[in-house]
């Protein structure tokens, strides 16, 4: 029987009053987009490669803004969607939008990039609206969200993990690389050093990935790690190599240390002055993913992990596409080593101010996506940046 | 399917008893996991002596699971033996079937169409020839026209589009069916064809065919131009008979309209983010908050009352709805407008929300109401699988 529309207007009406507010769906034009980064860059220059110890990737960030492409050499090419406006090398880049780049005009009218701003200055400024966008730590982005600051996370895609030294004997025995894995407890590490920003790991790939993570286990095992041990004539004292600079990596190494002594294993963690620092028995790396595909993320940690490592197993092999049997059989052969031991999958962490619309965090390979953000409010905060 | 039953038959012993147990970790819905694990249980069932569980000595474990590049579906297999691991990979497939999703309450959402790429719109045009296209999807670069063959889409005919002007990010498109003849507007180009010998079309840059940029909107009774800015994402304003831009309403995304003796009112969705309504003398005389950009008029049917169909606040990267509003003590005639008239200076028109909102899991990007106001084309990108989805929405008066 139909009843009629109207039969339903009083018994669930809400009236709408004229009010002054600004909403939003479809994109805006317009604005300034301040964001904060934590590096420095000195050159803008395509051909000068930077390294920066916070922020890692700005320098090529900046330049996924200004040019159309990267090249399979490194170097980028073609008009972006912005163009450099001004540049103070280490300190400030002011980028406009180029109305004729060819993949459409962003939506902003540029970008003020303030570059060197420490963790808590890039806090600060997002809590007073002074920025837009800046990038968090994984491990601080519960106390950035406590603090009132809209947060936005990319699916998992940074490893953490521990990597035994093929060329120091003491990581040569399987029994006492085995025990020290078994003796991780992931979930703790995710838990409390990671602040739940994260997921434990058991395999090389994230399962949004590869599909077949769920196969790896995460499981911490300290009744057989202690019987693998015991098993051990003379059981050595393995050391535990940390980035000095690096507050994250410490954390969990002195995670590592403490979860071992607790099974019995004689470990010490210690700091490294330089990632190449070969020193120890085992070190504790960060490898963030360079593309989603499987085969091609997996091929990039090996590369990464053989000089180390030592892994008897080559990416090259892997087809493109790859068959997923074949990714998850290469993984499996590393993992059953027990030479590389997957400890915690990190999300890439940005803080936003209330007005940044349609932010995408970048995922592996990708560019800051600033030419399809865009700004709701902007009369609202016009006196932010520089117009 | 038939790869990995292969697959477990080659590792399992035919003549010993097996359990299967299938877990979905997917984004495979209810339905469609129970389907294949279906399917799975059958051929499995045909090659292998499958019995209940706990009462084998084999243990099949079948997961339908997802990676970036397609769903993985894992089996293992274990008989006393160490366990073995085989999987296949399946390919996101482009929706191909029309199916009905769960009405709520007085509004009716039909899935017409899913595909990874985005589009800008889409239709059903009535009245093709035989073997005809059925469907046209309208992409930024590319008119592609499908068949229904055996009630699956088939596609046909992809036409290239080469605007005029340079690439607009965040653009937007437009089909007009006026039942016997189509138009379709993307920014810097039009194509015009006859329903009857689709897929033929002819397509034009701007400005040699529309030197004003104009693009039709439903007006009840016959269509109304407007200016379309071809290199943002929002109409400057009505068009005039003259073709120049009508000054009193204000560059907006979207207008519903409602014919009236004295005239057309207009609702539109502006850029400033007010929903503005004008009566027929094109004077402002109410102001609505809280709506998104898209706005549209639906003929319910139900009553003779003025019904929008409107989307929601926030971004592409939050779910969205879409909501009827009834809008009441807006001059419909000369007689009520005079008695309105006295009226609405002590009480203004309103927008009373009607009815639940339709959940959609993503942004809704696109919301044309059809020549004949009965439905709306819908585009959204929704958000747990990423595919780019087209819709029709109408309203029912309720059961």
Known sequence: MKVRLSLFLAASSVVLAALPAFTARLPRYGGTLVMDVGATVNSIDPSVAQANSDDGD????????????????????????????????????????????????PFLDAIQIEMGRSLQDRLIDLQLGKADLAEIPADQARQAAERGIRVSRSRPDELIALVFNSKRSRANDPRIRKAIALSVDRDAIVNFILQKTGEPAGGLLPQWSSGTAFLFST?????????????????????????????????????????????GISMTAQSLPN???????ARVMRLRMPSPVPQVALARFIDA??????????GTALGDPADPQQVYNTESTIIGTYSVVPIAWLPRVFGLSDRVRDWSTPGPGDDWPLANVWLDNIDVQSKKGTS | MAALV?????????????????????????????????ALESELGKRLQLVPQGTAATQITITLSEGETGYVWVAQVGSGTPEQTVMVSIPKQAGNSARAERPAMTLQRKLIWSQVQPFLDFDLPDGVAVNGPGMIVLEGSSVNFYSSVNGQWVAGKSIGLKPAIAPVRGARGMIWDSGEEIDMFVPGESCSGVVATLPELVCAAYPSTNP??????????????????????????LATA??????????????????????????????DGKAQLFNGSKRLIATFSGWGDQVATVDTGCDDSWQVLTTGTGDSMEPDHIQIYDIRKYPQSQTSAQSTSSQSETTP?????????????????????????????????????????????SVSCGE
């Open chain 1, 305 to 314: 992990l053989n000089p180390l490592a030592g892994l008897t197993v080559s």
């Open chain 2, 212 to 237: 004003a940029g104009n693009w039709p909107l439903v007006a009840g009774t016959e269509p109304q131009d407007a200016q379309f800015e071809s290199n943002r994402n929002f109409f400057s304003g």
């Open chain 1, 275 to 281: 990632a190449a620092a070969l020193s120890v028995d």
């Open chain 1, 58 to 105: 700005t320098k090529e960030q900046i330049d996924g803004l200004l040019y159309a492409q990267k090249n399979a050499d490194g170097t980028f090419a073609g008009a972006g969607p912005f163009r450099i406006q001004s540049f103070t090398p280490d300190r400030k880049a002011l980028l406009v939008a180029d109305g004729q780049f060819e993949g459409g005009r």
């Open chain 2, 6 to 38: 292969q697959k477990i038959a080659g590792i399992a012993s035919a003549s010993q008893p097996a359990t299967l147990k299938i877990d979905n970790i997917s984004s495979l819905n209810e339905m469609d996991a129970s389907t294949i694990e279906q």
């Open chain 1, 219 to 263: 499981a911490a095992d300290p009744v057989q790690a202690k019987q693998l041990w015991s098993q051990l004539a003379a059981p050595p004292t393995i050391t535990v190599g940390y980035d000095a600079n690096d507050s994250l990596t410490r954390s969990i190494a002195e995670r590592i240390e403490v979860n071992a002594q607790g099974t």
């Open chain 2, 242 to 271: 003259t073709g120049a831009t009508e000054s009193a309403v204000p560059a907006f995304y979207t207008a519903a309209a409602k014919a009236t003796s004295n005239g057309t009112a207009w609702l539109v969705a502006g850029v």
């Open chain 2, 349 to 393: 028109p309103e927008a009373v929300a009607v009815g639940q909102p339709l959940d959609f899991s993503g942004p809704i990007l696109a919301m044309w109401p059809s020549t004949d106001l009965k439905s709306a084309r819908i585009v959204s990108l929704n958000l747990q699988t990423g595919m780019y989805e087209g819709s029709i929405i």
